[in-house]
Structures are given as structure tokens and as C-alpha cells.
């Protein structure tokens, strides 16, 4: 038996099991995976669910008069048969007889002198699950939950026109639920949720494998990186939801403008790449490019409002450019940069000249290794609402960097940037001493004892000397450790599982608590999660958002919390920005919450005062 099983009850197992094949993932990975695209409205085409019917074998009905003694000698005759339905007179089931209930009344002593009138009626299973040989393989499994996990090792009963076909096994059932999971998971792990095009990992591969290609074939591609223009200020002006079907059809208007044997990807937030292959010639990937460009510039209807948009294209050719795949994905990128700075809405094909981009990229490194000595890192806090009693009872820490020149630049610009050269590390032991300190001064302030959840990056958590960095912090500020909460995504937990049980152990016994950040994002374990001593899930808001439209969201969500709950964990859900939201993660009783409907991340001297007035709310 797995560490899974001893903690969650077999019934439960299958529960979530099945409740993690939505029928969204479901739908997207019975067709082509490759040549899958999404609609002009985001949807997909709907497949139809597999029926019981694939799973249906026949077995010898026993007439419900025949006697007990015959169907013994029937069962010791085949070795193989397990179960057998039992028929009355019209060939309808009305029970069912297992080797497990003949060998119970017969081992017994003097069982066959008992019993030998008794016909197969008087001791069968008269509650067996019986289904429609139209009844999908989704409703089979949640029947066999509802019913009771003893149907498993039973089998079903298959009927059509209420006339016995068949039976199916619960092995046979599992073996099919297994294979869709691994068709559901590759999916997860190779295309984007949002728009259904390949994701960051699947697109390199195949831009690895047209670079094979091409060697061998002497015929030149293109790689085009796309970028959404003033995507940010569309997203926050009307809104996330309003955001993502933009993505959506921004996706589609990409697919639709090259052919299916080109790739198009999305690489994370509005950035898009495509590979155009097997070019005839260099012009060809621009004449693409000017195609895309006049397409994305068409109106585009989302939510019955009519909206244009532009796009920067940045493109590089191989071998010509690069014959490597990270140089050709830097050059396109520069030169995606290039037309940002030209004035956005066209496109440009790489040329050393506009390494410059990558020259800009460098000096906001230096002015990053600057920002901390010069005070320009600040962290703001976003409240944490325990529900039931409408109280801030915790808050989240959030960097901020403003500088001198630019301004606001975006935790998505600098994060990335302090990751790949290293300066996450002093930046991350900063945010962390920050939000300690801060919350020993709002205790001193006459604030109550908050929880101070804190990310904490790869990097950081990857170092040999992170739990003596976290020693350090809490004995230098003198906050109970009790009240910190260390916020690691899926990926960091789940990269050398082992190593990280050591280190959340050690954590542990400093006395912190730790909480899973991005949950459902990533590609977790059970059989690790519940081994590692997490304290609390965080449900990644991009399930939260709009959950109440899209089913899909609303049963992993649902899945997840009660998988939270069978283990123990307590559960927050993050990005609640609306009162529908807000009502839909109510009634999967998710007690926590965060997000934009309570309050954005405010500096520390605001929290004071936000803090009064929302007691004077209750």
C-alpha cells in the first residue's frame, strides 16, 4: 500500500482521482494534440465521452431459478469467471453472484446439504450496479463511487433496453481512467490551459527539432517572437477575464495565419513564438509576418465589445542569424524589442544593431544591484480574509521595486532578471528580514499577531544555507516564528523531492509553517505531497478567476480543496477580484481568501489604517 492510500480512504482516492479529469482536458486531449485549436470564441470542440460500451465483455447470464449447487460446479469448471449476472425470464438483470460468495456459504461445513434446494435467488447480490451500455465512463465511475467501492471488485452489470449485454470489470474501468489521465497530463504539461496551443516546454522540443531538421534538409526556418501591445493596460482597465478571452482569440488569430505544420506557442503571459519551417526562401517569413501583423490589426469581438489591437513581431532566421537555439531565441527577442521601441504594431527581422535591447536588458541588471542600497525595494502587503468571520488574519509580502528614472517596473520584468544573475539571493534575505521586522513593529504598534506569508524562490531555497539565513532573520528580529509562512510553487517542492523533505523539516523545526503557492500549476505528486509537511495550499488564482462560467476551474477547485481536507491542510484561494467569485469559493467552503475584491497589496505605513477600518466594517 502507497503512503497515498494509508492517508486517503480508497473511496476518497478515486473521488479526487476522477474529479481531476475535467471535461475541458478531456475534450481537448481526445483529438489531435497537435493540430488541436481553439475556436474564435475560446471554446473547443466537444468529443464525445467514451462509453461503457468499450469497456463491455459477455458473460453467461445464470437464470435466477437455476440452483446454487450448478453455479458452484459452473464457477469450479472455469477457473477464470469471478463474477456472473443473474437474469430472470425476460433476459433483464436482477442480481448478480461472485466465486467470493459461493466460496463463503460452501467452505463451510455440511454447506452443500443445506443449501442444495436453494436456487442462486435466495443468495445473490441483489443490489449489483446495472448501467445503460450508452452511459459514459465519467457517470460509471461517480455511479461506482456513490454506490460503494465493493462494485470495483464486483463489475457491472451493462444493459441495453434494460436487456442484459455484458458485463465490465473495475480493472478494465481503472485501466481506462488511468490512460485518459496520462493523455490529460501530457496535455497539462505540453499546452497552454488558456489557449490551447503548445506551451513553453513543447515548443522547445520542436524548435530543437526543426533545428535537426534543417540541418539535414539544407532548408532554412524562421523562429517569430509576438507581443501583445499595451496588453497590461487593457488587462488591468477591463479586467483579467476580459484579459484572457483576448489571449484566447490573440491565439487563434496566430494559428490561423500560418499552416498546420507551423508551431505556434505561447511562452507565459502575452508573449507568443511561432517556428515557420521548410522556407523556400528568407522573404517568405516576412511576407508571414506582415500577414499576422494586417490580421491581428482586424476588430476582434470579446464580450459583445468590439476592440483593436497590435502585436510586435521580432523575427530570426536559421542558419543565417544563429544555427543555435537559445542565440536564435535571443535574437528574435531583440528584435521583438527593437519594434517595442520603435513605436509597437510591426515587425523586424534581426540585426545585430539591435543587440542594443539586450545591452538595456544588462543595465537594468546593474540599476537592480543598485536598488537595494539605494532604498528603491519596498514591500507592500495584500490582507489575507479568514471567511466565517470576516477578519484579516494574515497578510501576503510583496516585493516592489520603483526606480529613479523608470518608475513602477513590474515584479514580472526584475524577478527574472534577479534570478538569472543571482541577486534574488541578497534581494530575497532582504524581503525576508523586511516582513519580519515589519510585522515585530505592528505588534509593537498594538496590531494582533498576523500571519506573514513570504515567497521564497528556487534559488533561494535551493542554497545550503537558507534554514540558517531563516534562523538568522527570526532571531535577529525577534519574531515568533510561529506567525511566518514560507510560500514555495509546486516546481521548487517537487525538483529532488528528497532533498526538499530535508530542508521543509528542518524549516519546520524553527517552527515556521509552509504553504504550497500556485497549487494546481504544477505537476505534484501525492505520494510527495504527502510526505512533505505543508501546512496550507494556496489555490492558484488562475482557477479562481471567473471560476463561476468555467466548469472546468470550478471542479478542480473543488477537487483540490477536498484533497486539502483529507490531508489535513488548510486551504486559501488567491485572485478573488469579483462578489461571484467570492460566492463560488464560499460554497466549496474555502475559508481564506486574498485578492483585489478585499484589498490590493498596500505599502506597510497603509496597513495600520486598513486594519481599523475593517474592523469598523464588521
Not at 468499450?54 to 460446479?73: A, E, K, S, T
Not at 534575505?429 to 496590531?447: D, I, K, P, T
Not at 512533505?532 to 478567476?545: A, E, N, T
Request: charged content about 20%; overall charge negative; glycine content about 6%.
Amino acid at each position: 500500500m502507497t503512503h497515498v492510500e494509508q492517508r486517503l480512504s480508497p473511496l476518497l482516492f478515486l473521488w479526487l482521482f476522477m474529479k481531476s479529469l475535467t471535461r475541458a482536458a478531456k475534450d481537448k486531449v481526445l483529438a489531435d494534440l497537435d493540430m488541436k485549436r481553439p475556436n474564435l470564441d475560446g471554446s473547443y470542440n466537444q468529443n464525445q465521452s467514451a462509453t461503457v460500451k468499450q469497456l463491455l465483455h459477455y458473460v453467461d447470464p445464470i437464470p435466477v431459478q437455476q440452483r446454487c449447487l450448478d453455479v458452484l460446479n459452473i464457477f469450479i469448471e472455469d477457473k477464470s469467471l469471478f463474477t456472473a449476472p443473474v437474469i430472470n425470464d425476460n433476459n433483464v438483470p436482477v442480481g448478480l453472484i461472485d466465486r467470493g460468495r459461493l466460496t463463503e456459504i460452501f467452505f463451510k461445513p455440511y454447506a452443500r446439504d443445506l443449501h442444495h434446494r436453494k436456487l442462486i435467488g435466495e443468495i445473490m447480490t441483489t443490489d449489483p450496479v446495472i448501467v445503460d451500455i450508452n452511459t459514459s465512463i465519467d457517470d460509471l465511475a461517480n455511479i461506482t463511487i456513490n454506490a460503494g467501492m465493493r462494485h470495483m471488485a464486483n463489475g457491472f452489470i451493462i444493459v441495453e433496453s434494460s436487456a442484459y449485454v455484458g458485463m465490465a470489470t473495475g480493472h478494465k474501468l481503472l485501466e481506462e481512467i488511468t490512460q485518459r489521465k496520462q493523455q490529460d497530463l501530457y496535455f497539462l504539461a505540453h499546452y497552454d490551459q488558456l489557449t490551447g496551443v503548445p506551451n513553453r516546454l513543447l515548443f522547445k522540443d520542436r524548435l530543437m527539432q526543426a533545428c535537426q531538421y534543417a540541418k539535414r534538409s539544407d532548408k532554412p526556418f524562421a523562429l517569430v517572437f509576438v507581443d501583445l501591445d499595451r496588453f497590461k493596460q487593457i488587462n488591468d482597465t477591463l479586467g483579467h477575464s476580459f484579459g484572457d478571452q483576448l489571449l484566447i482569440n490573440f491565439a487563434h488569430r496566430l494559428t490561423s495565419s500560418v499552416r498546420e505544420s507551423d508551431t505556434v506557442a505561447r511562452m507565459g503571459g502575452d508573449e507568443f513564438v511561432i517556428i515557420l519551417q521548410n522556407l523556400t526562401e528568407a522573404g517568405h517569413a516576412e511576407k508571414v509576418a506582415a500577414t499576422i501583423i494586417d490580421n491581428i490589426r482586424l476588430p476582434m469581438l470579446i464580450f459583445d465589445r468590439e476592440i483593436n489591437v497590435t502585436a510586435s513581431l521580432g523575427v530570426a532566421l536559421f542558419p543565417l542569424h544563429d544555427d543555435t537555439v537559445d542565440g536564435l531565441i535571443r535574437k528574435a527577442d531583440a528584435a521583438m524589442y527593437e519594434v517595442k521601441a520603435k513605436g509597437r504594431n510591426g515587425y523586424i527581422v534581426y540585426s545585430e544593431v539591435y543587440d542594443q535591447c539586450l545591452i538595456e536588458r544588462s543595465s537594468l541588471e546593474t540599476d537592480l544591484r543598485m536598488a537595494l542600497n539605494n532604498q528603491e525595494l519596498s514591500v507592500f502587503y495584500q490582507p489575507q480574509i479568514h471567511l466565517p468571520s470576516n477578519r484579516v488574519i494574515g497578510v501576503e509580502a510583496l516585493l516592489r521595486w520603483h526606480h529613479p528614472k523608470r518608475g513602477l517596473i513590474s515584479p514580472g520584468t526584475f524577478i527574472p532578471i534577479a534570478e538569472e544573475s543571482g541577486l534574488i539571493l541578497a534581494i530575497g534575505a532582504w524581503v525576508l528580514h523586511e516582513a519580519c521586522r515589519q510585522h515585530v513593529e505592528w505588534v509593537s504598534q498594538g496590531l494582533p499577531l498576523l500571519r506573514m506569508a513570504i515567497n521564497v524562490s528556487a534559488i533561494q531555497f535551493r542554497q545550503k544555507e537558507f534554514c540558517a539565513c531563516v534562523k538568522d532573520v527570526i532571531e535577529g528580529t525577534g519574531i515568533d516564528p510561529s506567525y511566518i509562512e514560507l510560500e514555495l510553487t509546486e516546481s521548487v517542492v517537487m525538483t529532488n523531492p528528497l532533498q526538499t523533505v530535508a530542508t521543509l523539516n528542518e524549516l519546520r523545526a524553527l517552527g515556521i509553517k509552509l504553504a504550497i503557492d500556485d497549487f494546481g500549476t504544477g505537476h505534484s505528486s501525492l505520494s510527495y505531497l504527502t510526505r512533505f509537511p505543508i501546512d496550507r495550499i494556496k489555490i492558484d488564482q488562475s482557477f479562481v478567476r471567473n471560476i463561476q462560467d468555467v466548469p472546468a476551474n470550478e471542479a478542480i477547485v473543488k477537487a483540490i480543496i477536498a484533497m486539502g481536507g483529507s490531508l489535513g491542510l488548510e486551504m486559501i484561494a488567491e485572485g478573488v477580484e469579483t462578489v461571484h467569485e467570492l460566492e463560488c469559493i464560499k460554497n466549496h467552503h474555502c475559508q481564506e481568501v486574498q485578492g483585489f475584491h478585499f484589498s490590493k497589496p498596500i505599502p506597510a505605513g497603509e496597513f495600520k489604517d486598513y486594519w481599523h477600518q475593517s474592523l469598523r466594517k464588521d
